[in-house]
């Protein structure tokens, strides 16, 4: 078999994308019968009809669905959700985005309805702003994708009407992007107003100066098959000349990347790099540009970085981001979930055992949580408890099925089924997990959900007769949007000019590992098996973080601050080479002081930076009492426990955290609706959840009326329209300066948005029954072993709920209420000021220090945030901006 790196005519891709599949699949049989297969295809297409139906019905011709409160996402009618919501055009995004997806599914009917719709229903001449990524990858993907299906299907005799109108929309969507590319790098702003271009402020478009790696890298496929497609090379040049820029621009001393480059200069904004949020999908179009286009400079660029990535980032079975310019310094002690389509792209490049290990890590951590949190610790707690249902896990999973044939991968796709069954399907659709501890919802349904996770999902069960193509004669696009493999001779009348690299930059060595490597084929089932099971037991243990190479001289690994010990005297050594000094205050606290010039060498400064940063963490967090937010399960008909709301809890009353099978009951409306007197309808409280106000009195004098009528817990319903815990912090309900021992139920506080749900609910159904939880209960517990209403996996069994000690920071509201958190972290120099709000760093701080309560046993470092540091530490990232960053790409 020919290896990638072996390939030049472009007319032998589709060949090379079978053998990159099939080549490793000797040696082993199926253990998952054709039967329990064909079962799990069959609940695929049950899920995903669910989903698409109830956006049909509910939702289109809007962008999204609100499967929570059944209706669709348009956006200015909804609370705005920042960044996330630059995703929305008023196109029917969901619709387009699932084209293809029809397609694959065998759903020809749908398929070709759904196209009409989109022809004659979908407009584009919006006089909105979209973000030009998630345009590109969702909008204009998707009709090329269904372009693709449509042609494939009229060559066999269907769709006779089809006239290549989605390729001409897909032709006036470029047009309307290419205006973004009108910058002196030829990178493109990321945001595009979609009638108006970029003009400046009175387009809100133009002032933005920066954009992320992967924002900026992630066009070339859909570019040029829009040119290929319609013989206008316009399209791929630009998407040709921001890869090459980006190229340029990489740190040439690691051959690593940034996560956010400044449009104009080119200057790297944040300089972290990894594999996930900001570059992720960078990497995965340099490797698929080759295989589209049959390029053979992309297959070079992909080499070099890959061989740096596995250098510095990779450390089996995690993916640690690392600083472009030091990348044996790591930029952070957490990973996000969007580096879970690693695997997969490892996969395709032919490094399987990598794969293998990542994945296995990925797994662990899903079984753990039930769902990838958005970001996780490097012991594999939650760092970031949200869930938006991302493929990723799916993706990498489905490769790696193909690359071994292993039974293993098509029971981790199971798993997947299961959780999201029994966690995320709600009566309308399937509902994003607000957080993975908790089972509690968002009301969120992203389009990538029916266009990405159910693909996957279909394809790692299908059998090859179950498929209406090929699919080895496409390559699928990091929305999963699929481009045929024939595009690569079409003609490109832009042929693309051969970059110079110099041998210096060439790792001959690193071709060795591209697909097929026959030292890692499969020559018996324990070949994967006897790489997983290590991670397997790292994961249950909680593996502690790798040690990091060391500057020659230092000889031990750096302090952390969860470690110290201010009567250890090997640790106030440490403190001295760091530049740290200690002053123990008359209070009993100690203060820590930093003068990075007086470090024995600049690591020694650099790893007193981040111990600095660390304790200033662990400082906040011991002061903070570690409260989750609790969970308002609906378990009565027609949700039977599928809708979980986020509520806040109380400081008195019933602790439900301690609580091993929470309060259930149906739940009435007291009147007076405030409970702020005694309730005139005590006879129907009694040995009820009551509804309550917020306002007009304080919440234990509320929590005492409703438990004097007989009330077994209470719910108090913001009064603020519109306020969601999407968009506002939960906060914990404050006493009322008296003793509350008196107070023996449980009370919990929902948002508007949450309580809305909860009311109309109680509107139409009239009983509506509820678990009040420190998190959900899986619905077989709830309804005790008996048949469970509603379509559940058969043969499903309970998933252990495994408690996690971590939780979300965030800030919380004052109100009438005593804040969850509050930051008891004294800082004292400009090097450290502005840590919580965000600021840039200040250049040139000589020194930091901060009071910190220091004992025995440190409580551990929930690493929930991150904040920036000064030059030395060169531009540590911080949290919130990644955060930000992170729901921009590819959500």
Known sequence: MLGLWMLRSATMLPAFWMLIFLGTSIGLSETMTREEKSKLRNQVLEMFDHAYQNYMDHAYPADELMPLTCRGRVRGLEPSRGDIDDALGKFSLTLIDTLDTLALLNKTVEFEEAVRRVVTDVRLDNDIVVSVFETNIRVLGGLLGGHSMAIMLKESGGMVWYQDELLHMAKDLGL????????????????????????GPETRTGTETDTCTACAGTLILEFAALSRFTGDPIFEAHARRALDFLWEKRQRNSNLVGTTINIHSGEWVRRDSGVGAGIDSYYEYLMKAYVLLGDDQYRQRFNIHYASIMKYISQPPLLLDVHIHKPLLPARTWMDSLLAFFPGLQVLKGDIRPAIETHEMLYQVTKKHNFLPEAFTTDFRVHWAQHPLRPEFAESTYFLYKATKDPYYLEAGRTILENLNRFARVPCGFAAMKDVRTGSHEDRMDSFFLAEMFKYLFLLFADEEDLPFNVEDYIFTTEAHLLPLSLSTALNSTPPVVNNMGEEEMDDSNFDWTCPNNRLLFPDPAFPRNFREPIRSAVDKSSPRPALQREPGMGLPPLRAQDFMANNPEHLDLLRRMGVSLI?????????????????????????????????????????????????????????????????????????????????????????????????????????????????????????????????????????????????PLFQMAGDGRNTDDVTLPLLFLFHKEGNILLEALKEYREVEVLLSDKARDREAIFKGKALPGTLLDGSTDVTEEEDCSTEEKDHSSDVSEPLDQSHVTTQEQAVEGQESGAEPVEGGASSYVAVDVGEEPAEDEDSSSRSVDSLMADWQEDLEAFKQMEKDEL
């Open 584 to 728: 123990h205050l008359k209070d009993g606290r100690v203060q820590l002081v930093q003068h990075a010039t007086q470090a024995v060498s600049a690591v020694a400064a650099e790893d007193g930076m981040r111990f600095m940063q660390e304790m200033m963490e662990l400082s906040s967090q011991q002061q903070k009492e570690q409260l989750p937010p609790r969970a308002v399960q609906i378990v009565s008909h027609p949700f039977f426990g599928r809708v979980v709301l986020t509520a806040g809890p109380a400081q008195f009353g019933v602790d439900l955290f301690k609580s091993t099978s929470g309060v259930r009951g149906f739940v009435t409306v007291a009147e007076p609706y405030n409970g702020c007197s005694e309730l005139t309808n005590g006879e129907i409280v009694a040995g009820r959840i009551a509804l309550l106000q917020r306002g007009q009195c304080m919440f234990a004098e509320k929590a005492r009326h409703i438990q004097k009528a007989g009330a077994i817990g209470g719910i108090v319903i913001d009064d603020n329209e519109g306020s969601s815990s999407d968009t506002a």
């Open 176 to 199: 309307r992007l290419l205006p973004a590319f009108n910058t002196s790098s030829g990178l493109p702003y990321p945001r595009v107003n979609l009638r108006y271009g970029v003009r």
